[in-house]
């Protein structure tokens, strides 16, 4: 039971990149979603999370209207698409999946320790 996330890589600032999570032998589905992130020296911080059928979402505040947190339930796939990339952007990207949390609808995400399942991070590099 693993989750896989792909996608990071080198942009220039303004650029965009598309992160990927894919969950192994387990329904992605049943679960709600985010997406943390970990800046060099900083503590990992909360970017998005998405409600188990997708319809509900929250941003972190320096992130909204830049990125969009989706998922494809049938392909077991969440991603996250990073427009307007900024240079403290940086970091290492994580994928995290707690199990029926059903509460984004309250414009709060799960916090850190509730969540079942991580990745194992995706870097994501912002500099020209």
């Known amino acids: 039971l693993q989750l896989v996330e792909s996608g990071g890589g080198l942009v220039q600032p303004g650029g965009s990149l598309r992160l990927s999570c894919v969950a192994f032998?387990?329904?992605?589905?049943?679960?709600?979603v985010a997406w943390f992130r970990r800046a060099p020296g900083k503590e990992r911080e909360g970017a998005s999370c998405?409600?188990?059928?997708?319809?509900?979402?929250n941003y972190l505040d320096s992130v909204k209207g830049r990125f969009t947190i989706s998922r494809e339930n049938a392909k077991n796939t969440a991603y996250l698409q990073m427009n307007s990339l900024k240079a403290e952007d940086t970091g290492t990207y994580y994928c995290?999946?707690?199990?029926?949390?059903?509460?984004?609808?309250?414009?709060?995400?799960?916090?850190?320790?509730?969540?079942?399942?991580w990745g194992q991070g995706t870097q994501v590099t912002v500099s020209s």
């Open positions: 995290a999946a707690v199990y029926r949390w059903g509460r984004v609808w309250s414009g709060r995400c799960p916090d850190s320790d509730e969540y079942d399942y």
């Open positions: 032998e387990f329904n992605l589905a049943i679960y709600t």
């Open positions: 998405i409600s188990e059928n997708g319809l509900n979402t």
